[in-house]
């Protein structure tokens, strides 16, 4: 089992930037699939961007797609998602998710995650 704490939530204006960061506890990172979820008022959560074990296989939204960057640190059980150039419609709470089915995989689908942190707020003015 594994234990998830995001932060570095925060408000920011259009067209700036945020670093969010989900510490991992419990059972060795390196075997877990991450992933970084987020959830708007009145919508349903919804896929932001993901990344194996390694680090070597990536995958984003393509709302998200060349503005946000996942990357994962496994000696500090961190995986983290810089984002970049912030619209509003960026608003949400944002979720880390891990999965120890297939480390070397991604996933990009809520019910394949079995561990989630309780979220950080994420909101961009205009």
């Known amino acids: 089992q594994v234990q998830l704490v995001e932060s570095g939530g925060g408000l920011v204006q259009a067209g700036g930037s945020l670093r969010l960061s989900c510490a991992a506890s419990?059972?060795?990172?390196?075997?877990?699939?991450m992933g970084w979820f987020r959830q708007a008022p009145g919508k349903e959560r919804e896929f932001a961007a993901a990344?194996?074990?390694?680090?070597?296989?990536?995958y984003y939204a393509d709302s998200v797609k060349g503005r946000f960057t996942i990357s994962r640190d496994n000696a500090k059980n961190t995986v983290y998602l810089q984002m970049n150039s912030l619209k509003p419609e960026d608003t949400a709470v944002y979720y880390c998710?891990?999965?120890?089915?297939?480390?070397?995989?991604?996933?990009?689908?809520?019910?394949?995650?079995?561990?989630w942190g309780q979220g950080t707020q994420v909101t961009v003015s205009s």
């Open positions: 990344i194996s074990w390694s680090g070597g296989s990536t």
């Open positions: 998710a891990a999965d120890d089915r297939n480390p070397s995989y991604y996933y990009t689908e809520t019910y394949e995650y079995e561990y």
């Open positions: 419990g059972r060795t990172f390196s075997r877990y699939s």
